[in-house]
């Protein structure tokens, strides 16, 4: 059964680091295009980031330009988001989702990661 899981969340001081994780199982995430999202309370999902499956088209939103990087390890078939200097503005339920290629739909999507930026 094919599904992603998304790790690393949690709760982080303005400016401090978190390093989110999205594994695959069931099927390998190097040739698929993967894609980062976040959801706040009472706001719609946005997408952040994403990266094709050939690593050469990479996105950011302009939020977080600057501030994260999306990569990939096939060899652990997983993708990864860091987050540098966090803000308040950055807190949300962030998900990962797998396409055939940046031009489809998403066809597999992760539960979520809680991350809370506060003091």
């Known amino acids: 059964q094919e599904q992603l899981v998304e790790s690393g969340g949690g709760l982080v001081q303005p400016g401090g680091s978190l390093r989110l994780s999205c594994a695959a199982s069931?099927?390998?995430?190097?040739?698929?295009?993967i894609g980062w999202f976040r959801q706040a309370p009472g706001k719609e999902r946005e997408g952040v980031s994403c990266?094709?499956?050939?690593?050469?088209?990479?996105y950011y939103a302009d939020s977080v330009k600057g501030r994260f990087t999306i990569s990939r390890d096939n060899a652990k078939n997983t993708v990864y988001l860091q987050m540098n200097s966090l803000k308040p503005e950055d807190t949300a339920v962030y998900y990962c989702?797998?396409?055939?290629?940046?031009?489809?739909?998403?066809?597999?999507w992760g539960q979520g990661t809680q991350v809370t930026v506060s003091s």
């Open positions: 989702a797998a396409a055939k290629g940046l031009e489809y739909p998403y066809d597999y």
């Open positions: 069931g099927f390998t995430l190097d040739s698929y295009a």
């Open positions: 990266i094709s499956s050939s690593d050469a088209i990479l």
